[in-house]
């Protein structure tokens, strides 16, 4: 029996679990920059993980500050330095959320795909678990260290080579839906789908490399509402109502 068999049995069986959120949730109404507020929400969000014997790893994107494809969209600037300007965006955010878990009490670590030694350790995937097992939330940053490539796909890459059992792809909404739920009053929520109709043009979910990967590792995808309270450690205990699985 797999994981999300298990989790669906109601059986806490979730070790080891990477959260993946945009940079935008941490901008709040604003629309740009960091909301310390929300910041210490997200933050207590993992502690209560933490606290259930979860080990955490979590990957931020840099939208709150910019992104890469946007900074290269009328040509003045190369898509490849858009893109690491966008990789330096996360470590930004990265070192706001460490900031955040220490503020309430957590052990964190930052760990960067961009050498950074001022600010972070470099990504070393033994170290990362090592950190992992002693109880440290590790934040990945510098997507993955390469431009052409999402945060979604570094996120995905990470939870593979943590060998975490779950990807949380934290959201604004409770799921995945056959279209758009802002837009259409007949939205459908898909309680569960496969690798392949995530890969569906219409379904959102990732981007198609982190899909593919995802598929290639086994490793299971889950979309949820990160802004209900409590909502990562109901599904860790088998709620799965809370949200949709990509597996």
Do not use: W
């Not at 604004?172 to 939205?187: I, L, T």
């Amino acid at each position: 029996m797999d994981i999300i068999a298990k989790l669906y049995k109601g059986a806490s069986v979730v070790k080891r679990v990477l959260v993946k959120f945009s940079g935008e949730a941490l901008a709040g109404e604003e629309g740009y920059g960091i909301n310390t507020q929300i910041l210490n929400y997200i933050a207590g969000e993992i502690k209560e993980l933490v606290d259930n014997g979860v080990e955490v790893g979590i990957v931020v994107g840099g939208g709150n500050i910019i992104r890469g494809v946007t900074a290269a969209a009328d040509g003045i600037i190369k898509r490849t330095s858009g893109d690491y300007m966008g990789m330096l965006a996360t470590v930004i955010n990265g070192v706001a959320i460490q900031e955040a878990l220490e503020h309430l009490g957590l052990e964190a670590r930052l760990q960067s795909a961009i050498d950074m030694q001022e600010i972070g350790e470099a990504f070393i995937v033994r170290r990362a678990r090592r950190h992992l097992e002693k109880g440290r939330v590790v934040v990945f940053a510098g997507g993955t260290g390469n431009p052409y490539f999402t945060t979604d796909t570094a996120a995905t890459l990470r939870a593979s080579e943590i060998e975490s059992d779950l990807l949380i792809k934290a959201t604004k909404v409770d799921g995945v839906y056959d279209k758009d739920p802002n837009k259409f009053d007949d939205a459908v929520k898909l309680d569960s789908l496969t690798y392949d109709q995530a890969l569906n043009d219409h379904i959102k979910v990732m981007d198609d490399t982190s899909i593919a990967l995802a598929k290639e590792n086994g490793l299971p995808i889950v979309v949820c509402n990160m802004f209900e309270k409590g909502n990562l450690l109901s599904i860790i205990k088998g709620d799965m109502s809370l949200c949709s699985v990509v597996k």
